[in-house]
């Protein structure tokens, strides 16, 4: 009798493989009841037509002359998306505060994950704290100490000031300079922490053997930390890119009337004009949007692991 034969007939066989299908079946579960079934009430919605009512859409199916049902989808929230120069100037906002927010994130988190992953033992762990540690205050009230620091009389222009640097305060509030603040301020620490997971990990002897064979070390980080850092820097700006995309509260605080982004578009005509349809087309554009890049982050670690596997 074969090993496989022999260990399915043990006691607690069919317990473990009905476990297994446990395992696999509730992720499943949790994604269909809290992210495609609400995914789908948002579609349905933006497929409807704006009434002034209770909810304020009309249903797909209504009834016409003589009882009779019919179904009606209106894509009309969708055409006027690409249509309007408003909708379309939000979404290409958000992309290019996103995207640029992602990149200087990168730019400031990457030395300081690489710091700590190279500190000693002992200084681990109260550096790690230090980044986390703004997590433990609201995020409400972090963006709103900064409106204190940015604004003409606060912290940093009565500093400038005192200095004899500047004669009159800087702009820096409502501007796209204080939405980058914010955001990078933030959202800093989903960088700095997967990059350091990643970083840690990192064989040494590579690095050993690179310096004997004579490689400088601005050479060894090009060509051996750098490149296999690769999957902490596409996760860590994931991380960024894709809350920022449909960020409010920092635009809204920081960025003034002015600032036009998707997800202050979408709050807008949710709450101000009840265009629930047209808010919702919003929502279901964004998603797909976001979809993409993540479809490309698991496209390129499946490459990665097929080429590990080859090896």
């Known amino acids: ?14 317990f473990l493989s009905n476990g297994r299908h446990w395992i696999i079946g509730l992720p499943w579960l949790w994604l269909t009841l809290f992210f495609l079934l609400p995914f789908l009430f948002v579609l349905k919605i933006s497929l409807s037509e704006a009434v002034l ?27 006027l998306l690409f249509e309007d120069p408003l909708y379309r100037t939000a979404l290409l906002n958000s ?54 620091i940015l604004k003409n009389n606060g912290l940093i222009n009565n500093t400038l000031m005192s200095l004899g640097l500047i004669d ?16 990078i301020y933030s959202y800093l620490p989903f960088v700095i922490l997967p990059l350091y997971a990643t970083l840690i990990r990192l064989d040494d002897s590579l690095l050993e053997a ?18 296999l850092s690769m999957p902490g820097i ?15 509260v920092i635009p809204d605080l920081l960025g003034g009337p002015n600032a036009l982004m998707i997800g202050k578009l979408m709050w807008t005509e949710f709450f101000n004009n009840k265009d629930w349809p047209l808010a919702s087309a919003l929502a279901a554009v964004l998603l797909v949007l976001l979809i993409i890049p993540f479809v490309l982050w698991r496209h390129y670690e499946q490459r990665q692991e097929q080429q590990g596997e080859a090896r």
């Open 168 to 183: 009159q305060p800087l702009e820096i509030l409502y501007t796209p300079t204080a939405i980058y603040i914010g955001i």
């Open 53 to 79: 009512a209770q909810p304020p859409y009309l249903p797909f199916i209504r009834e016409i002359e003589d009882g009779a049902m019919t179904l009606v989808v209106n894509f009309g929230n969708y055409m």
């Open 1 to 14: 009798m074969s090993a496989l034969k022999l260990a399915q007939r043990l006691p607690g066989a069919a």
């Open 234 to 248: 596409i996760a860590a700006a994931m991380l960024v890119f894709i809350p920022v995309m449909g960020e409010f």
């Open 95 to 148: 992309v290019e505060i996103a995207a640029i927010s992602t990149l200087l994130a990168l730019i400031i988190g990457y030395p300081m994950a690489y710091a700590i992953a190279r500190a000693p033992q002992a200084w681990r762990l109260p550096l790690l704290m230090l980044i986390i540690l703004p997590f433990w205050t609201s995020f409400l009230i972090r963006v709103y100490a900064w409106i204190g």
């Open 210 to 227: 690179a310096a004997d064979l004579g490689c400088r070390p601005w050479k060894q980080f090009l060509t051996i930390t750098l490149p």
